[in-house]
């Protein structure tokens, strides 16, 4: 029979669920902030932009795992189209297959044994696979022809040094996250 203790640390389904739920969109919303603020911004060179909400997407996979960063990824993707007037244009069939590309990335990414990759090394999987999908869908659904993927010389070194910038600010947010997590529930060392 657990003690007063314990029972009183256990949380209810609903309220467990609620904070699931609080959390999916708070990270879903900072990430369509991001989106938004970067399709502002001119790009890196073209065809290159810094991916900030990837750092979200990476932050919500350390934290809760794949399935939560898939929601806000899908959600990120289909508000800022609807906010940015894109919804079913070019740009957002490119971002949708970016999208997809690094959540299959990240799915692989994730079953390796242990803690995995990291934020830096989840964020630099997810930032060239979705160069590979963005290239890959523009390719199938507007250049069919092969001098496009000459731009992979280009943007995958380019996708690799923003996913490395993205995956120390995620590392960040996660130690960050972690250790407010810990204070709250009186882990913090002395």
């Known amino acids: 029979m657990p003690s007063i203790t314990e029972g009183a640390l256990r949380e209810p389904p609903a309220l467990s669920r609620l904070r699931r739920d609080t959390h999916l969109a708070w990270m879903a919303a900072f990430a369509v902030g991001l989106h938004l603020l970067e399709a502002a911004l001119p790009p890196i060179i073209p065809g290159l932009k810094p991916g900030l909400a990837n750092v979200v997407t990476v932050t919500a996979l350390c934290l809760w795992g794949w399935r939560t960063a898939a929601m806000v990824t899908l959600l990120r993707v289909v508000v800022a189209a609807i906010f940015l007037g894109t919804l079913l244009a070019p740009g957002f069939w490119l971002s949708l297959g970016g999208a997809l590309a690094a959540l299959a990335a990240l799915a692989l990414g994730s079953l390796l044994p242990g803690r995995?990759?990291?934020?830096?090394?989840?964020?630099?999987l997810a930032a060239?696979?979705?160069?590979?999908g963005q290239l890959a869908v523009a390719y199938a659904l507007f250049v069919q022809h092969a001098g496009l993927f000459a731009l992979v010389p280009?943007?995958?070194?380019?996708?690799?040094?923003?996913?490395?910038?993205?995956g120390l600010a995620a590392?960040?947010?996660?130690?960050?996250?972690?250790s407010r997590a810990d204070d709250a529930h009186g882990l913090a060392s002395p």
């Open 171 to 178: 590392y960040a947010l996660v130690q960050e996250w972690e």
């Open 116 to 124: 995995g990759l990291g934020p830096v090394g989840y964020s630099v």
């Open 154 to 166: 280009i943007l995958g070194p380019g996708a690799a040094i923003t996913g490395t910038i993205n």
């Open 128 to 132: 060239v696979a979705h160069i590979g």
